[in-house]
């Protein structure tokens, strides 16, 4: 088991954990009014730009220029490694990103000077370790949209076989015009704040952000990230399994000897999309998690694809160590067949573990399990 | 109505990326979905794209796309009602 | 230990699998065109690959030679195979085509076009074809890595059950194709050993 010394979140609702934190107790949602390419009115969720790049100014001091999402990824990754007071320059601490596209937006401007590389996300990776003067090889995972959760695993084994003594784990993506009118011809964007679990419900958003979380050796105290696993549901690259196959598969092997009654909520992938979350319904019961509070943070953040495994589980176990169930924003109407317990107001919580979830593009899944010690 | 059903076909084999089917293989009134060429859903939503960019016609209600493609036959009817190209 | 009980290898010339070549003739120059000749050739009937992009037609055939080459199960869910890829350029070959379908003056975004622009979505067809429901994972290197493989491989082997991993390297860009895709199993007499000099040797090639 592995711990998170410190975390950073960078998102229209803030530039550190606590300022999204906050947000999310009191309700509030970065999902604006916004257009497509094409000049469709959508929501999304979308980081300033100028407040981005002063704060990434200010705080990284950078020498030469960088793109939206490399600010975003190295204002975080800095502000977490900040806290962390760990040596990132150490050959002893290794890098981690997650991201789906990275630089993509570079696609659609041939001049734009930054050099053939720049889109590669190996080379986004190269600028997270040169931002710390970091001479090792960092890794990039790119899993679709559990890209977040498979890059605190990778971390949990980098640290369990004694690879690194921390681990900084970043994720970052942008609601780039591609992904946006990727995503509007599969018909799957909710024109409005999205609704997880609602009937109502009739798609995501997207959002866009940055979050890091340095990891190290478990100690015995505060949260600890304890295991996780990806499956596949072998069903169908873009939908999800009508029965839940790869989720109800990873949340088994993550749960292992665990009992359902221990587990204090499930942060849920919950895209609002009609068939995740019915997907996911039936893959918690199936894993007899039928009666455990769940709640989607989508309507808060919008689905921020690399970011978001890292930061919904930062959101989650901020919870978890605070005692309490978050409800799930945007629910009101019941929209699952079978049964679901979806969170609908702030609860207090004794339990001690939480369980988060993802699913993605390619039919892979991931369940990730922490831990509050007493 | 003869060319555009032909026509229909080749745009469908194209868009759908349909390797070793020719028009004539096409029965213009079998099921385009779960038999006859037993497309999926990203092929119903290339069909979307399709209408949108060969004919014009937007189709906004995933839910009514359902009868509109269930053959090559209802598509060229609509196309015939609906088309703005 | 472990080992590697089957392995494919395609470059722009060659198909290699378990060491021999294939005596594929190719007709069409290097590119794309050739991607199908390998697949009328290894004759496989598998219609949805010609949906596929091609990236990860790539991926797909060199995937396709190993298992068919064991004899894989392709009917029976199985949980204790991963499928574990990393390459250099992501997805880059088909985001390129993707982009152009979104062009200011001509803006139609295919939808399946969009869907291809993930790298790991060939380890997810692999899963699909086979019914392989254990870990699919992708990673990006800036470059062959036979001891990185090696730990990818590692980290799949120690989520519970897993006894093989179908491990490679799929790189697919321009027309360009550099891949290496290994089969490897927990515990086997078979093969030959999963060791960074074996590897390397067979990426050589």
Redesign the interface.
Known sequence: MIKPLAYNIVSPLGFSAPDNYAAVRRGESGVIPWQDPAGTPIVLSRLDREKLQDAFERQCKPSMEYTVPEQAMLLSASLAVAEAGIDPASARTGFVLSSTKGNIELLAIPDHGFGRERIHLWHTAGLLTACFNNQNLPLTVTNACISGAAAQIAALKMLENGLYDHVVVTGVDMASDFIVAGFQSFKSLDPERCRPFDARRKGLNIGEAAATIVFGKADGKGISLIRGNVRNDANHISGPSRTGEGLFRAISRTLEELSPDDIAFISAHGTATPFNDQMEAIAFARAGLDHTPVFSLKAHFGHTMGAAGILESIIAFMALEEGIVLPSMGYEVDGIEGALHVSTATVQSSKKYIVKTLSGFGGCNAALLYQKHS | METLIFDLKKQIIEALNLEDITPDDIDTNAPLFVEGLGLDSIDALELIVLMEKKYGIKLEDPGKSKEIFRSVGTMADYITKNRKK | MKKIIAYSRITDTLVILNGKPCEITFSCEIGPGRLAEIYRFLEVNY?K???MDNFSKAGFLASEMVLRSLHYDMES?D?STS?VFAN???S?DN??R??ET?SRDD??????V??Y?????V???V??R?????????????SF?AE?MM?FA??AF????TRRVLCGWTEYLDGHSDLLVMMVEKESDKGFDFNKQNINNIYRT
């Open positions: 219609p690959f010609f949906k869910p949980e499928v250099r350029s992501s880059l985001d390129k993707f982009q979104i803006y139609f975004p295919s939808p399946a969009f869907v622009t993930l790298p790991n979505i380890t997810g067809e899963a699909i086979n019914k392989i429901m254990g870990e699919t994972s992708f990673f990006i290197l800036e890595d990185k730990i590692d980290w120690s989520s519970a059950g």
